[in-house]
């Protein structure tokens, strides 16, 4: 059975087929990598199967606007360094065209998001905390602080000191939310201090004081805002990256302080594997050229879906666009159409479904491998259309112009050709040049066809050789085809050269 309606039946047994919420989040600190978009992919797909299975789902996506700003995204301006520590959502944007920091980067992923034909509900997690919805959530927390320190050590081996409390109150000094210990609570206030030392990346203004930490005055640490938001929404099915899944981490310390703390029981998990990006999990501070926002503008939305939806969710998914991952996922689509056409019932054809956000669309003429399509689109004398007369039209010309852009910007040597416009120098054997010349006869004997030189070149074994004289590599496509759609003259005239 397919993953996505795997998890959805699962979801359906035990919570029936009603209104389930799903949820998903992410903290928008600075560029948002694609790797975030496996987790929007996942919960989007699982809601797509309840729909069609006849349930009433709401995928909810949260941006964690309240985090304060841990880490410093190369690309900003130096004078960013002050807001460190600060809620993201008290940080400018860095253009000035956004309400704040965190919108500003959570609009980018939002766009993605959407065009990738994912339609969560988005939410700000301060919405919660300043309409007053945590509160009951924080007082409960306050009141079980000791149970909080015991599950963090039973679960996950963290030793918190008996004055530690699971909040983080927002500095009413300097703003910083980061920087902040709360040390007691004697059920209307909490005391604090604003640490100067606590963490690395911020500093803390030494401010002492008693606030009450409801209304948005505080926030959570992440293992316990995460039970706390689980609670307060009712939450039902929420997966996790396998950096979060392990035992003792921090879905692990979530799912016990749910229970024990909270009095609700875990959402139906969903632990999956990275999306990696040539091999790597780049980090958002350093993610030029692999945010998600620049990797989905490499492929179609159905492609770039191929490429979030096509693995089990326990395997890792890795796209690299200077290797051959987009050649690859198109060749995958070109076999799932054309399964898709007989068969429709399978695992392949509910993958071919969901790549299909609306309505799955299934090409009408023949579909060219973008390989191939890479390779005509650099060639100025081939014509798009002639070369491949029996493509569907529309596809062809997407093909094209997504071709152009991965080879300007990605596309490995491989795939990058340029037709010699006059003979490499090239030393060829007496043998090789009688093997030209022998061509370049056949060539002249009429208009001979691609399997007529495919033919030929079989009998001599020179496709290395045909490749060194036009394209000066010792690789390139079908090379029959090839000499076939060159202008005869050109191709008789360069193989004499050759053979004299
Ligand atoms: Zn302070």
């Not at 008290?90 to 034909?117: L, M, R, W």
């Not at 206030?189 to 604003?194: G, I, K, L, N, R």
Request: charge should be negative; glycine fraction near 8%.
């Amino acid at each position: 059975m397919f993953w996505a309606d795997r998890i959805a039946g699962e979801a359906l047994a035990r919570f029936g087929a009603g209104s389930i919420l799903i949820r998903d989040e992410k903290t928008p600190s600075g560029r948002v990598h694609v790797g975030s978009m496996r987790g929007v992919a996942i919960h989007g797909a699982i809601t797509e199967s309840l729909v069609r299975a006849g349930a009433t789902p709401t995928f909810t996506y949260e941006f964690n606007d309240m985090d304060p700003m841990d880490g410093f995204p190369e690309y900003l301006p130096e004078s960013f360094k002050q807001y460190m520590g600060m809620p993201l959502r008290a940080v400018p944007s860095p253009d000035g065209t956004a309400a704040n920091f965190a919108e500003y980067f959570a609009q980018e992923f939002k766009e993605v998001i959407n065009h990738a034909g994912f339609t969560p509900t988005f939410y700000n997690v301060s919405e919660l905390y300043f309409s007053g919805k945590m509160d009951d959530a924080i007082r409960t927390a306050l009141e079980h602080a000791a149970d909080i320190r015991r599950i963090y050590k039973e679960v996950s081996g963290s030793q918190k000191p008996d004055d530690w409390y699971p909040l983080a109150v927002i500095c009413e000094k300097c703003g910083k939310v980061g920087t902040t210990r709360v040390f007691a609570w004697d059920g209307n206030e909490v005391s604090y201090t604003c640490e100067p030392k606590m963490v690395k990346w911020a500093e803390g203004c030494g401010h002492t004081g008693n606030v009450s930490p409801f209304g948005g005055k505080a926030k959570f640490p992440f293992k316990v805002e995460w039970p706390a938001k689980w609670k307060v929404l009712g939450v039902q099915v929420e997966g996790a990256g396998k950096d979060h899944s392990t035992k003792g981490g921090a879905r692990d310390v979530a799912a016990h302080i749910a229970k024990e703390v909270f009095g609700y029981e875990a959402p139906q998990d969903a632990p999956y594997e990275f999306f990696l990006v040539a091999g790597k999990k780049m980090s958002s501070s350093k993610g030029r050229g692999s945010s998600a926002k620049e990797i989905s503008e490499l492929v179609p939305p159905k492609i770039f879906r191929l490429a979030l939806l096509g693995k089990e969710i326990n395997q890792a998914i890795n796209f690299d666009p200077e290797g051959d991952t987009i050649p690859v996922l198109y060749d995958q689509y070109d076999k799932l159409a054309e399964q898709y056409k007989t068969v429709t019932d399978d695992d392949y054809a509910r993958l071919f479904e969901m790549i299909h956000p609306k309505e799955v669309v299934v090409p009408t003429g023949s579909l060219p491998r973008f390989s191939q399509v890479a390779f005509v689109v650099q060639m100025p004398h081939m014509d798009l259309h002639a070369e491949f007369p029996d493509a569907d039209k529309a596809e062809l010309d997407e093909r094209a112009s997504y071709a152009k852009r991965w080879l300007e910007a990605y596309a490995p040597e491989k795939f990058v050709f340029k037709l010699q416009e006059s003979l490499p120098s090239l030393s060829l054997t007496p043998a090789q040049k009688g093997n030209m010349a022998a061509l370049a006869d056949l060539m002249e004997s009429g208009s001979p066809s691609a399997e007529d030189i495919h033919t030929k070149l079989h009998e001599t074994k020179e496709f290395k050789t045909i490749y060194q004289l036009f394209l000066n590599k010792d690789s390139g496509p079908k090379a029959g085809w090839f000499l076939a759609s060159l202008p005869r003259e050109f191709v008789i005239q360069r193989l004499r050269e050759a053979s004299n």
